[in-house]
């Protein structure tokens, strides 16, 4: 089965470092999305990106954030300047039709700030 | 806002036995998922229920929805070690162009021998 792939696996940086994720969506599919999950809590929506736009932000994606769609097939997540509590593991997800239907999640990125 | 709240959080069962886990919303909804989630794992999607009256079933578990309640139930009939996993359901709020699904706390599920 088509999968979604994240790299890398595991991320550390320092406090005010910018991090960018990785994602390949699988191929065909048209939305996509990233969320996160702090050790021990729920998933947590951040962004969803459509047609090569920003279609929907949490109040998380604040202005340290930013997503990419560069050549068709990545998807970046981008933290400019990191803090400690964006530590957390952050899945990318997309799907062919929007959320109708069901997303299909990558393994994620743990990202840990120092 | 939309609050999904899970019950139980943690749940330790005996292989074999049957077991109801709950998902409870707090707004107007007609779209729940389920995603299951082993330790340090991604999400995968076990049910995708989009209507009043939803009923699916894979395997051993059986999920059904029921919007007027605004309540979802996962359903283990003899449950075995290979369940052992943390459950989330996911709800789509229905607004008008989102595409945001609203998880709940996910509940992590134990069988044991």
């Known amino acids: 089965e088509p999968e979604v792939t994240q790299t890398p696996s595991h991320q550390v940086t320092q406090m005010g470092q910018e991090v960018i994720l990785r994602c390949v969506p699988i191929?065909?599919?048209?939305?996509f999305y990233w969320y996160r999950q702090i050790l021990g809590q729920k998933v947590e929506f951040l962004v969803s990106f459509y047609n090569n736009e920003i279609s929907e932000k949490s109040e998380i994606f604040d202005d340290q954030f930013s997503v990419e769609r560069p050549d068709g097939s990545n998807f970046t997540l981008k933290i400019r300047s990191t803090k400690l509590e964006d530590s957390a593991m952050y899945f990318c997800a997309s799907s062919l039709t929007g959320i109708n239907e069901k997303l299909f999640f990558g393994s994620g990125t743990q990202l840990s700030v120092l | 806002e939309l609050k999904v709240e899970q019950n139980p959080l943690f749940l330790s069962m005996q292989e074999g036995k049957n077991y109801t886990i709950y998902c409870n919303y707090s707004?107007?909804?007609?779209?729940l998922y389920w995603y299951r989630q082993d330790p340090g794992k991604s999400l995968e999607s076990l049910f995708v229920?989009?209507?009043?009256?939803a009923v699916k079933q894979e395997g051993r578990l059986m999920a059904s929805l029921d919007t007027k309640a605004r309540l979802s139930t996962l359903h283990i009939t003899a449950a075995v070690h290979d369940l052992s996993a943390t459950y989330f359901c996911?709800?789509?709020?229905?607004?008008?162009?989102?595409?945001?699904?609203?998880f709940g706390k996910g509940m992590k599920l134990t069988v044991n021998p």
């Open positions: 707004t107007t909804s007609d779209r």
């Open positions: 229920l989009l209507s009043n009256g």
């Open positions: 996911a709800v789509d709020p229905r607004l008008s162009g989102s595409e945001k699904l609203v």
């Open positions: 191929s065909n599919h048209l939305y």
